[in-house]
């Protein structure tokens, strides 16, 4: 059973750092796309960002291209996400997801693996 946990959720202030991270089961993430997607009440889950295989392509949804930092580690068999400059409407629930696919896709849909969540929650 592949198993996708992920940490480093919290209430933070507009502005500040948010460092989430996903530990997954030996071997997974060598062979997979990983991604990080959110999902905010009552809205629905949307693409963050993802990474390839070897770390060297990255993809980020507009609005958090140079505010976040995907990366990974395959011999750890993890993948970070840094998350700077914090805004109230990035409060959601954070997934971090594994897919078998060959491109790099950026729907929920085409990832096989995910994580039960973790929350993140910007004050004003």
């Known amino acids: 059973q592949v198993q996708l946990v992920e940490s480093g959720g919290g209430l933070v202030q507009a502005g500040d750092s948010l460092r989430l991270s996903c530990a997954a089961s030996?071997?997974?993430?060598?062979?997979?796309?990983a991604g990080w997607f959110r999902q905010a009440p009552g809205k629905e889950r949307e693409f963050v960002s993802l990474?390839?295989?070897?770390?060297?392509?990255?993809y980020y949804a507009d609005s958090m291209t140079g505010r976040f930092t995907i990366s990974r580690d395959n011999a750890k068999n993890t993948v970070n996400l840094q998350m700077n400059s914090l805004k109230p409407e990035d409060t959601a629930i954070y997934y971090c997801?594994?897919?078998?696919?060959?491109?790099?896709?950026?729907?929920?849909?085409?990832?096989?693996?995910w994580g039960q969540g973790t929350q993140v929650t910007v004050s004003s």
């Open positions: 030996a071997g997974i993430f060598s062979n997979y796309v």
């Open positions: 990474i390839n295989w070897s770390g060297g392509v990255k």
């Open positions: 997801a594994a897919a078998r696919a060959s491109g790099l896709p950026r729907n929920a849909a085409s990832y096989n693996y």
